[in-house]
C-alpha cells in the first residue's frame, strides 16, 4: 500500500479525535499536517459553547489527542502537536461554517476560475446544496464547496475570537 497523503492523515486524524473533542465541548475546525525538517500536526478547535478558548482549553485538547496519537501512532516520524484556536481571522472548512458566519465578510479563493475569477470577498448569505452564496462589490456569486482552495473570515468586530492560544507537545516517532 502507498503512503497516505498529508490530507488523508489529517482527516484520518480528525476522524480519530474528533469525538473525544465533541465529548470534552470543543468543535474540530481544521487539522493540517504540514512537512519541512519536521512535520506540523496543528488541531484547531472551537468551544461548542461558544466562549473564547482558553490556555487550559487548548493544554486540556493537547492531552486529550496526545494520548490518543501514542495509542494509534497514524503518522509515522517525529513531528510537533500544535494546538490553537481559530481568532478573528476564522478559516472557513465546514459547510456549516459558511451558514453559521453568514452575514460576515469573507474571503474566498477558488481552485478553478467562476466567471473568470478565482478570490471573492465580500458578505455570506449562507449554503445551500453545496453552493456558498456570497455578495461582492460585484454582486452575488454562487461557489460551489467543493471549489473552494481556502476561505475565512475577514477581522471585524462581533466574531467569536479564541486568540492565538497555542499549546504544543513534541512527539517522537
Known amino acids: 500500500m502507498g503512503q497516505a497523503s498529508a490530507s488523508d492523515l489529517a482527516e484520518r486524524v480528525e476522524n480519530m479525535v474528533g469525538p473525544a473533542l465533541h465529548a470534552m465541548g470543543f468543535d474540530v475546525v481544521r487539522v493540517l499536517l504540514t512537512g519541512g525538517t519536521r512535520a506540523v500536526l496543528q488541531i484547531m478547535a472551537e468551544r461548542r459553547d461558544g466562549l473564547p478558548m482558553t ?24 513531528y510537533t502537536l500544535e494546538v490553537s484556536s481559530p481568532g ?21 479563493e477558488t481552485r478553478q476560475p467562476i466567471a473568470g475569477r478565482r478570490r ?54
Do not use: W, Y
Open 120 to 173: 471573492f470577498r465580500g458578505t455570506l448569505e449562507g449554503v445551500g446544496k453545496g453552493i456558498v452564496r456570497i455578495v461582492t462589490e460585484d454582486g452575488p456569486a454562487e461557489v460551489p464547496i467543493g471549489n473552494i482552495q481556502k476561505a475565512k473570515l475577514v477581522s471585524e468586530e462581533g466574531i467569536p475570537a479564541g486568540g492565538n492560544m497555542r499549546g504544543g507537545k513534541q512527539r517522537k516517532g
Open 88 to 108: 478573528i481571522d476564522r478559516p472557513l472548512v465546514k459547510e456549516r461554517d459558511f451558514e453559521r458566519f453568514a452575514g460576515h465578510e469573507a474571503r474566498i
Open 55 to 78: 490556555v487550559d482549553d487548548c493544554a486540556g485538547i493537547s492531552r486529550t489527542v496526545s494520548a490518543l496519537l501514542d495509542v494509534e501512532d497514524p503518522i509515522a516520524g517525529a
